[in-house]
């Protein structure tokens, strides 16, 4: 045994007390060294073959690798050495994007839109350092231009040596009729037919006989003046369709009747059609009952006419003013009936006396009126004021027939103007969904109301008390504002239940103020209760759109609505 521990003993063991100290019995047991009993082996050849792993491009068609490749070796190219001229390499570590090394460049956003709109419109742009230009096209001046500092007149100027450059030339007098072979070969406009040498195969005797008309018809467009966007000169006219103008006792036919009066001060709810108004060969636009006594009904329709009806004892179309070359838009009564206006999409607003059909005058701003409104002091029914497509709502004398005061606030085509407070202001609405209170000729808003919930208003009626307004909103309702001093929303009166979005259906209060009733998309008419907001009955009017409604002034359960048909009807 001591041998064997001597054979075992540590060999830097320096004195005989450690030697006994590891001999004793009470020491730590014996340890003997770790050693491996596999062969040794070389590993030079495999780190060769590593090192020439992670030196060479990885095979893009390989679908499994052996070993860990570096991200160099990801992102190195797949064939070919890199370029010799890069700043900074790929493959290298410098990169701070999986795409490469992208510098950080302080640009203004007002800057860049004005860098990548010049880019897109000139063909250059400014770099972020300003002391090169990019692209293929080059500035003239030394001073680059860009798109936000070049003047109007420039912009102009390079728009029709643009066109110039693009213009072909001038057609043949042969290709401008429809019939001849050269027309045909002009105006062959299909992307995919491509270009076609030779005529297509020959036209029969009935698309001959086509062509030639549409050439005559457009030859004698062109002889009236409405080829190039010119107006045409409409011939004002009016026809009676009464059987005499006056009465043997040398009344009008506009006089309303001496016993018309108020049988009931309480309205009640039609229920059944009693008559239709057929003439119009197109949508009715709107409709208003004659002020005060309701015996005639005025109609402005998409065919160019305006009607009138008698609403009493015929029944049948009275006279009808024909003065505005497209679709009317919308009328309006004096305050006695005896005169009216009309604003029609030709851009003109003509004021018409009832009785004689005859235009007394014709006022134009060259943009479309959408509405029209008279004052209706009776010291102040000269005056008109009239919203237009061009967010301005003009006001004229007409006895001067000048403008003498422009509301010009809104951001939208103006919709409405409804007078409230004694006719001493005035509310509008408008495509910017917002509505403006203003002082009857102070071009100054005094309230302006818009919310983020808020949508277009196209139709606002007046209740019968004046306290309060109701705006047909397009998101399918009907909201209720005060007209008091804050002309604040009622938040507990709404209506709804109806459709209406994408439609200027009219809104409108029985003459007792128990009853709201609009009209919808659908062609319905709804009636709501005013105190509960319930909705109270709904009449299936017209095929289509139901685009106005009107309550009878004095007949209190009678109820006229039009559509986009053309067909105007009495309810009762």
Known sequence: MDLLQSSYAPDDASSPEESAAASSPDSSPLRLPSKSAAPAVDDTALALSAAASASRPLDPSLHLVAFNPTADQLWAPIVGPQHP??????????????????????????????????????????????????????????????????????????????????????????????????WILHNKQSPWAGKKEAPPAELTEEQKQYAEAHAAKKAEKEARGEGKGERAEVVVKSTFHGKEERDYQGRSWITPPKDAKATNDHCYIPKRCVHEWVGHTKGVSAIRFFPKYGHLLLSASMDCKIKIWDVLESRTCMRTYMGHSKAVRDISFSNDGTKFLSAGYDRNIQYWDTETGQVISTFSTGKVPYVVKLNPDEDKQHILLAGMSDKKIVQWDMKSGQITQEYDQHLGAVNTITFVDNNRRFVTSSDDKSLRVWEFGIPVVIKYISEAHMHSMPSIALHPNSNWLAAQSLDNQILIYSTKERFQLNKKKRFAGHIVAGYACQVNFSPDGRFVMSGDGEGSCWFWDWKSCRRFKTLKCHNGVCIGCEWHPLETSKVATCGWDGVIKYWD
């Open 85 to 182: 001229h890069a700043p900074i390499s790929s493959a290298s570590g410098n990169r701070n994007h999986k795409l490469g090394h992208v510098e950080d460049a302080a640009v203004l956003p007002f800057l860049f839109d004005e860098q990548y709109n010049t880019f897109h419109r000139f063909g250059y742009a400014s770099d972020p350092s300003g002391l090169h230009i990019v692209g293929d096209a080059q500035p003239q001046a030394p001073e680059p231009d860009t798109v936000y500092n070049l003047a109007p007149s420039e912009h102009k100027r390079r728009r029709l040596l643009a066109k110039a450059d693009n213009q072909e030339e001038p057609l043949p007098p042969e290709a401008k009729n429809p019939a001849s072979e050269e």
